[in-house]
């Protein structure tokens, strides 16, 4: 067993060598897309609601709706998630750090 490991956020050296090398924002954002689109589709699925409902309550079409669930799909906009957020009675929270 190695007593000289380095006790720490694992986190922050990944975050380091990202910003190293010259990504750490764009790998962010895509993360942070991601986590949207997949916390807005658990949503729909505990409340029972499929995608054309969703597309329902938001008023567009299902295929809108698709790109809006699509983790890598990064032409999304703040309002379409605060409205998505809502239909599923839910908000959108935002911050700068």
């Given amino acids: 067993m190695n007593d ?3 006790r720490g956020r694992a986190g922050q050296f990944f975050e380091d060598f990202l910003k190293e090398q010259g990504n750490y924002e764009e790998t962010t954002e895509q993360a942070v897309k991601r986590v949207l689109a997949w916390q807005l589709a658990e949503a729909m699925k505990q409340q029972g609601i499929n995608k054309v409902e969703m597309a329902r ?3 567009t079409s299902r295929s809108q709706l698709d790109r809006l669930l699509d983790p890598k799909n990064e032409h999304v906009t703040l309002h379409i998630l605060s409205r998505a957020a809502q239909a599923v009675g ?3 929270k935002l911050e700068l750090q």
Avoid: F, K
Wanted: charged fraction near 35%.
């Fill in 4 to 6: 000289n490991i380095e």
């Fill in 90 to 92: 839910r908000s959108l």
């Fill in 57 to 59: 309550r938001l008023s």
